[in-house]
């Protein structure tokens, strides 16, 4: 029986954004009840002194306006070169959107061109993954405080026309930081830059145009690929087909925040798995930790574990490897090394 990987599953996740916050008053997501006490890897500054007084932005992610919108995102590779992409995203301001690639500029080369066929089925395939995991969305009030470091930058600048507010975001446990672009009459979030733990970007992305009054006659919008239903525990793991693993360890800052199970079955048969997804945020950023089940329970005695895939993908690390008898991915933007000892702290008890 063929089982194709998390890492490509995951793309199909329909429900991708309903965990990440993005509420303009600021409640976005929350962790759960008893959530910060129950991983291993928590701790760290807490909130600084005077930090509850420093005044946050109020912003929200473009998806959530009617608009179009162009954008060019920018990706450095393990060489350290940038790839470009130039992308126009279409909303509706009803929860309807669909993201299109228009031109790509590979590693080293001069300029912005037209993307090939495989580039534009591949944003197709990944436009729900690529809006709403790796585009940035606020979370609750407290997270922001308790991960971050706010500091407005002096002036205004003007971005698709409109005149915007700079922030820096400093992550308090050292994984780097993000400047925020914000459109201040609008509340809404034009651009980004994210920079590693050396200071060094990761990616960016910046609005070249923005209509407020798009005619959308005609838009395919992205549609969810297989359904999507709350994980609840035991009683939910014949539907599932498994019993996921257990998480023992997140990056200081983040907290569970969901479960979901995707039921792909129910669409692709068993060439693609049903997977359990558990979210993690940190006001700003996400990680996500895949499982798919496998034949069986895998012989008794230790539980095996082999790291299979390390890379870097659009600016999103993952690591994604079989965990005894469960193929286990984690993506996110937090140093590799915190993601390896996430993956790795998933285990049976």
Not at 198 to 208: A, I, M, N
Request: aromatic share 8%; with cysteine; glycine share 12%.
């Amino acid at each position: 029986m063929r089982r194709v990987p998390v890492l490509i599953a995951l793309f199909l996740a329909p429900w991708l954004g309903s965990c990440l916050g993005g509420s303009s008053s600021g409640a976005g997501a929350a962790a759960a009840p008893g959530a910060e006490n129950a991983l291993a890897g928590q701790g760290g500054p807490g909130l600084a002194a005077g930090a509850a007084a420093h005044h946050l932005p109020t912003f929200r992610a473009p998806e959530e306006f009617l608009l179009e919108a162009e954008r060019l995102y920018r990706v450095r590779d393990a060489a350290g070169a940038y790839e470009v992409f130039r992308e126009v995203l279409r909303a509706d301001g009803q929860g309807q959107f669909a993201l299109e690639l228009t031109g790509h500029q590979p590693a080293g080369a001069a300029a912005i061109g037209p993307p090939s066929l495989d580039w534009q089925a591949r944003y197709e395939f990944r436009q729900r993954f690529l809006v709403h995991f790796r585009d940035l969305h606020r979370g609750s009030e407290e997270s922001l405080r308790r991960n971050y470091v706010w500091e407005e930058l002096p002036g205004s600048v003007t971005m698709a026309g409109r005149s915007c507010s700079r922030h820096l975001v400093t992550n308090r446990y050292g994984y780097g930081s993000i400047e925020l672009t914000i459109d201040d009459q609008l509340e809404l979030l034009l651009g980004w830059v994210v920079r590693d733990e050396t200071g060094q970007e990761l990616s960016s992305l910046e609005t070249t145009a923005l209509n407020l009054a798009p005619n959308l006659t005609g838009v395919t919008w992205s549609a969810p690929a297989a359904p999507i239903q709350p994980y609840r525990g035991p009683i939910d793991d014949p539907v599932l087909g498994f019993t996921p693993l257990s998480l023992h360890y997140a990056p200081a800052g983040y907290f569970p925040t969901e479960e979901r199970m995707v039921l792909t079955e129910q669409v692709f048969g068993t060439s693609i798995r049903n997977f359990h997804v558990e979210v993690l945020h940190d006001g700003l950023q996400t990680i996500l930790i895949g499982q798919q089940g496998g034949n069986g329970t895998g012989p008794g005695g230790p539980i095996q574990k082999t790291i299979i895939k390390l890379s870097d993908l659009g600016g999103v690390r993952v690591v994604e490897g079989p965990i005894g008898a469960r193929q286990v991915c984690v993506l996110g933007t937090a140093p590799m090394q915190e993601l390896r000892a996430t993956w790795n702290s998933t285990s049976q008890f």
